[in-house]
């Protein structure tokens, strides 16, 4: 389906922790795309566009985007001055960052792996596996971070693992405080210690580039094919 114009009303802002911020807006229609995709936000009179991965299920009248205004460029000002009720343009839907159904289920582990708000995509991602397809392997995120006060959406994947066994979810941090229980490190840490048969394993990896690449050489040493690779680079 063809990208298209549409205009929509912010419903809801929130800002989740330090300056991540989630954006709703609601829109007069169902919408369509796929999990993964994302949207061309208008964020000037001038025209000017950026890109967000959309951070909910498709199916409904409204969309999420998780937002790191840290840059404080147009993108992350615009995002900042927004105000509940404020109408928008996007241009809806974009991208192949998509999962392949013929692989899907031929793959006995779908692993995720993000760097901060690269964990945008894979909430809906993960939900429509799970909830919508009952996807029956194992489904792992692990979502990188350098301090665990950055940390949000806890609650929402504890849900999901709640729901659903075969849900593996790690949060793994680089500068890390003292009190710190969890992993320490970086994303690629906790892959070293995964044991799997990764010839039969599907990764979708999204946030820093310097991330990717480093684990796109990593994976392919443990013997990942390179078509079951792949990515989303956030800069």
Same mark, same amino acid.
């Given at each position: 389906?063809?990208?298209?114009?549409?205009?929509?009303?912010? &419903?809801?802002?929130? $800002?989740?922790?330090?300056? $991540?911020? +989630?954006?709703?807006?609601?829109? =007069?229609?169902?919408? @369509?795309?796929?999990?993964?995709?994302?949207?061309? +936000?208008?964020?000037?009179?001038?025209?000017?566009?950026?890109?967000? #991965?959309?951070? #909910?299920?498709?199916?409904?009248? #409204?969309?999420? *985007? +998780?937002?790191?205004?840290?840059?404080? /460029?147009?993108?992350?000002?615009? &995002?900042?001055?927004?105000?509940?009720? @404020?109408?928008?343009?996007?241009?809806?839907? *974009?991208?192949?960052?998509? &999962?392949?159904?013929?692989?899907?289920?031929?793959?006995?582990?779908? *692993?995720?792996?993000?760097?901060?708000?690269?964990?945008?995509?894979?909430?809906?991602?993960?939900?429509?596996?799970?909830?919508?397809?009952?996807?029956?392997?194992?489904?792992?995120? &692990?979502?990188?971070?350098?301090?665990?006060?950055?940390?949000?959406? *806890?609650?929402?994947?504890? $849900?999901? $693992?709640? =729901?659903? @066994?075969?849900?593996?979810?790690?949060?793994?941090?680089?500068?890390? #405080?003292? =009190?710190?229980?969890?992993?320490? /490190?970086?994303?690629?840490?906790?892959?070293?210690?995964?044991?799997?048969?990764?010839?039969?394993?599907?990764?979708? +990896?999204?946030?820093?580039?310097?991330?990717?690449? !480093?684990?796109?050489?990593?994976?392919?040493?443990? /013997?990942?094919? !390179?078509?079951?690779?792949? %990515?989303?680079? %956030?800069?």
């Amino acid at each position: 389906m063809s990208p298209k114009k549409l205009i929509g009303k912010v &419903i809801f802002k929130e $800002n989740l922790v330090g300056k $991540n911020y +989630l954006v709703r807006i609601s829109f =007069d229609e169902t919408l @369509d795309f796929l999990p993964g995709q994302y949207t061309s +936000l208008k964020v000037s009179e001038e025209g000017m566009r950026r890109s967000y #991965s959309v951070a #909910s299920l498709p199916g409904e009248k #409204s969309i999420d *985007l +998780l937002v790191d205004v840290t840059p404080m /460029g147009v993108g992350s000002k615009y &995002i900042l001055g927004l105000k509940v009720g @404020d109408m928008v343009e996007v241009l809806g839907f *974009l991208g192949k960052f998509t &999962i392949d159904p013929s692989l899907q289920y031929e793959a006995k582990h779908i *692993l995720f792996l993000a760097t901060g708000t690269g964990i945008a995509p894979f909430k809906p991602m993960i939900e429509d596996l799970l909830y919508r397809k009952h996807y029956p392997e194992e489904v792992r995120l &692990i979502w990188g971070m350098r301090h665990e006060e950055e940390l949000y959406w *806890l609650k929402e994947m504890d $849900n999901i $693992n709640r =729901d659903f @066994d075969n849900f593996k979810f790690e949060t793994v941090i680089s500068k890390p #405080s003292d =009190d710190w229980p969890g992993f320490r /490190g970086h994303v690629g840490d906790v892959v070293d210690d995964l044991r799997q048969d990764w010839s039969t394993t599907l990764v979708y +990896l999204c946030g820093a580039p310097e991330m990717i690449t !480093e684990m796109e050489l990593k994976l392919r040493e443990k /013997g990942v094919p !390179e078509a079951h690779v792949f %990515y989303e680079k %956030y800069y």
